[in-house]
Nanobody
Framework: QVQLVESGGGLVEAGGSLRLSCTASGRGSTSNAMGWFRQAPGNEREFVAG????????SYSGSVKGRFTISRDNVKYTMYLQMNSLKPEDTAVYYC?????????????????WGQGTSVTVSS
């Protein structure tokens, strides 16, 4: 069974950058779209960015478009989220997920496999 493990979270000052990684391991196919979601304290989990298989199309939420970049390295079974110009409102636990579709999707229900999350804190 495929497992997803996120890394790269941490504490950063506003205006700074972080790069999150999500690596897939185990038996099974990862030849589907993947995405990043986040959940801030007291809020519902929300879509951040998605990328199709094999990575030709991407989609972003309005709040991160122009600041975040999603990418994937299919040889390394790894997806990335480059986060620039971070703001305190980006503080959240970030989750990576694998979709049931090869097309990029932004609904939580379209993702069936989730990582455990990595925490990002942006100080003002």
């Amino acid at each position: 069974q495929v497992q997803l493990v996120e890394s790269g979270g941490g504490l950063v000052e506003a205006g700074g950058s972080l790069r999150l990684s999500c690596t897939a391991s185990g038996r099974g196919s990862t030849s589907n779209a993947m995405g990043w979601f986040r959940q801030a304290p007291g809020n519902e989990r929300e879509f951040v960015a998605g990328i199709s298989w094999p990575g030709t199309r991407t989609s972003y939420s309005g709040s991160v478009k122009g600041r975040f970049t999603i990418s994937r390295d299919n040889v390394k079974y790894t997806m990335y989220l480059q986060m620039n110009s971070l703001k305190p409102e980006d503080t959240a636990v970030y989750y990576c997920a694998l979709s049931t579709s090869q097309n990029v999707v932004n609904k939580e229900a379209d993702y069936t496999l989730w990582g455990q999350g990595t925490s990002v804190t942006v100080s003002s």
